[in-house]
């Protein structure tokens, strides 16, 4: 082996970077299973690079080595030593860039360290590990980082991606985002698809039967092509039938499907149906299966009628809705995908918020004011459209009676003061049960409620015509 002073000198540079995600149980699996193969120098070393990032950063500034060996008061020759070891175990990589000077420039590309299921599994580490800890301790060391298996009677009922998305139509779609810029690494590496589709959505059978007879479907239709045609078929809405003659586009001479060919025509076949929009996913009623009903007998009140429209509406309908039916501006449908996938709300917060947020604002959906209550409720972990309205109503109470100049505040409620807001229906009946407004309510808020009213009624009346299909 090269000696140390020959690879690498103190006054050479470094910097360290990564395109992986770390977990919070990092630190445990670095000592105590990393820890007995390497040594305590190595997982310093280690763990003094990786602090090198700040949080949310992916590439530090550059230093030399002579402030890692004052940081942590090693010699050079440990350093190297220690760096091998990580270099060795998969933690570390390692790449040498030549300046113009004759000192060097290192990039210390840290790896984040196997899972405890991988590494139990890996023959090397596994056996390693067993020789050095002596046959109990590795028991017990493997026990601590085990959980109970499912019970094999245990009957899975997650959801599937078909279920809780639905594609959406042409009036409905939002750009395609752009590609990526060329040499960009992106975080957290490559990893299989998690999302599953259910199977009984897509009629495999008739696909088959559509394909022409010289074929032979069941050699050509691999369970790999299958899910391919079952994410396609979703996403540009394809019958079986549609599907059928797409794939005998995508056929090469030697009759077998081109992946490329049949996404693209696939996007092709749907373009000549809907336009040039692509198509977006928006999340299905958030509570499709489970509506909230009254007690038996007892009718719904406007309050609760409203809340149910919020829960069992899409976000983009309901904005649709509110329109009158008209198409839904694309930058207010995007607005509403951050907010269902980046803010994570489910479909009927949205609806809360975006209403609110439109009653208050002549109509627009303000994005600085809807992203700023969107944090607010991330925050405050607002997850059901109850907790929603209530919270609007306290928020709305609260910026009324900031904004009420103290010195007029009880001379106003003696003369029946009454707010000119524009708020949500069930917004707009609390404030006038708090506050008792005077008989001589001026006619515009009463053309106003009124208007509210009818909004309010051909929203209920389009969802119970949808229910009805």
């Given at each position: ?241 549609d599907m059928g003659k797409v794939i005998q586009e995508s056929l090469s ?217």
């Amino acid at each position: 082996m090269s000696l140390h002073w020959m690879e690498v000198k103190p006054v050479d540079g470094y910097y360290v970077r990564t395109s992986k995600e770390f977990s919070e149980s990092t630190d445990k699996t670095m000592s105590m299973l990393y820890q007995p193969l390497v040594g305590s120098k190595a997982i310093a070393l280690y763990q003094t690079l990786q602090n090198k990032l700040e949080k949310d950063c992916y590439e530090s500034s550059e230093a030399t080595h002579h402030e890692l060996m004052a940081f942590l008061q090693m010699p050079l020759n440990e350093i190297y030593a220690a760096r091998r070891m990580l270099e060795g175990i998969g933690l570390l990589r390692v790449y040498e860039l030549e300046t113009q000077a004759q000192d060097k420039t290192f990039v210390y590309d840290i790896q984040p360290p196997m899972s405890p299921r991988a590494f139990f599994q890996d023959d090397v580490l596994s056996v390693f590990l067993y020789n050095r800890l002596g046959k109990n301790k590795y028991i017990q060391l493997r026990q601590r980082f085990g959980i109970t298996a499912v019970p094999e009677e245990a009957k899975e009922i997650t959801a599937s991606f078909n279920e809780v998305f639905a594609s959406l139509h042409a009036s409905e779609m939002a750009s395609e985002p752009p590609p990526a810029e060329e040499g960009t690494e992106f975080i957290g590496g490559s990893e299989p698809s998690r999302l599953q589709l259910e199977e009984n959505g897509f009629d495999m059978e008739l696909l088959k039967a559509s394909l022409p007879s010289f074929l032979n479907s069941t050699q050509l239709l691999t369970p790999s092509l299958q899910q391919t045609v079952r994410r396609l078929a979703f996403v540009y809405q394809l019958s079986p039938i549609d599907m059928g003659k797409v794939i005998q586009e995508s056929l090469s001479a030697d009759d077998e499907v081109n992946i490329e060919d049949l996404r693209r025509k696939s996007k092709n076949h749907y373009r000549m149906e809907h336009g040039a929009a692509p198509p977006a996913l928006g999340n299905r009623a958030q509570t499709e299966h489970r509506e909230h009903t009254p007690a038996k007998g007892r009718p719904l009140s406007e309050q609760e009628q409203m809340k149910q429209f919020y829960e069992q509406t899409s976000p983009v309908t309901f904005l649709r809705s509110v329109a009158g039916g008209a198409t839904v501006p694309e930058s207010d449908i995007y607005l509403v995908e951050e907010l269902l996938f980046s803010y994570r709300l489910s479909p009927g917060v949205v609806n809360v918020l975006t209403d609110y947020v439109m009653q208050n604002n002549n109509m627009k959906l303000s994005k600085a004011l809807v992203y700023k209550i969107a944090g607010q409720w991330t925050r405050k972990k607002v997850h059901t459209v109850e907790d929603a309205m209530k919270l609007a109503k306290e928020e709305h109470k609260q910026a009324q009676e900031r904004m009420a100049p103290k010195n007029n505040y009880a001379n106003k409620r003696q003369q029946g003061y009454v707010r000119n807001d524009k708020l949500p229906k069930w917004m707009e009946k609390e404030e006038q049960s708090e506050n008792k407004p005077a008989e001589d309510v001026n006619t515009a808020r009463d053309e106003q409620l009124s208007k509210e009213r009818e909004r309010f009624e051909e929203m209920l009346k389009e969802r119970r015509e949808r229910a009805n299909r």
